[in-house]
């Protein structure tokens, strides 16, 4: 349908509407004051180049959402097309709903790289799935969720080939709670670090072109995702990585960047000779044409997929501003939550635990009990349910959900599995990591012994041993 007014009728009945029905729609358009330039973005987006023109189209139009992007300003139409305005003329059309354009953004989504069994972090991964293990009082793949969603994302993939009814089940009420759709894509054979991304490709890309995230499941950082989106827009590349610095390079794959622009030069897998102190952060950004380079079957994005997207020079780096750390072994686990502990008290600290028995930087779940003349910290996380009884010391480690710790003991550079119990007068250290439900008898000694869930430990562990 069309309608046809001159400049100065609109001059003149600027208050005027124009009342059209679609498909059982009614609504109404303004008469301009002046002419608009609006511009018909997608299906249903709209695009106008004056503030003023956006709210007269706003209060004739409630059923658009706002959003405010760089200088031009969007609506989103939630039940009808409308509006292409050309010279003197006013189009009205139907189209169907795009719930993939609401808030004037599209959609992003997130594929975690969870793996398989998680053998270096046992004992604690016989109970739970490495990324249902508690880090800092939370499921360590919580910490990436929540950061995900921070940002906008809506649906996160979870690549897995071991125990994926755990982790949906475990997920299930965090996905209600953060309005964050959570799946899983299910390999029934590994396919290392990119074949995962084919298996997943229709769960990735739904033809709007949108890049997405790529995270691995064990890495613990401030998640600059937002700066990485940016990032990825600016240099129009097809994929960007996150690296970090590293003192002793030599141990790592290195990667060789242009310092000003971020454009990947290659990869050197531990060198000999100083090339770099940059490594892979383990968090990417990919567009969907990434995709293209992957087959279905064991593939290294590391090795295989960003060593050629590099050599067409459209791969770029971002350094990672603020901590990084692997959690995947207890020794990285413990140095990791030195470092996320010290991130947060310089960004919430109120989140951190104080008072007379608090030594730098601790964390204590609201529901945990700790009894008078204690000395916790630096470096201790104490989870929900937790009972630390009087006199004891605690530094450098944590204490999981349902744990209890009794009178005079001592623990550091340690973990405590779940409901484990240590006695009175005991002494736990040197990268000691109870599973779950283990109890340790009064006054027993245990240097980095690694016992297995169920045990009851009845003598010292004079030197590191596992307890089976």
Known sequence: MRTTTSGDQRHRNSSQTLTRRVDSFEFQAFSFIRPVEVNLLSRNVLCVSSRSQFRTLLSSFPMLVVSISSQLLYATVLCFNLILREENSLHLCHAPLNTRQLRGHITMKALILVGGFGTRLRPLTLSFPKPLVDFANKPMILHQIEAL???????????????????????????????????????????????????????????????????????????????????????????SIMVTKVDEPSKYGVVVMEETTGQVDKFVEK???????????????????VLDQIQLRPTSIEKEVFPKIAAEKKLYAMVLPGFWMDIGQPRDYISGLRLYLDSLRKKTSSKLASGPHIVGNVIVHETAKIGEGCLIGPDVAIGPGCVVESGVRLSRCTVMRGARIKKHTCISSSIIGWHSTVGQWARVENMTILGEDVHVCDEVYSNGGVVLPHKEIKSSILKPEIVM
């Open 271 to 289: 060198p000999k000779l100083f090339v770099g102190n940059k490594i892979n952060a383990g968090i990417y950004l990919l567009n969907p044409s």
């Open 149 to 239: 969603k921070a940002i906008g994302v809506t649906e996160v993939v979870l690549a897995i080939n071991y125990q994926p009814e755990v982790m949906l089940n475990f997920l299930k009420d965090f996905e209600e709670k953060l309005g964050i759709k959570i799946t899983c894509s299910q390999e029934t054979e590994p396919l290392g670090t990119a074949g995962p991304l084919a298996l997943a490709r229709d769960k990735l890309v739904d033809g709007s072109g949108e890049p997405f995230f790529v995270l691995n499941s064990d890495v613990i950082s401030e998640y600059p995702l937002k700066e990485m989106i940016e990032f990825h827009k600016a240099h129009g590349g097809e994929a």
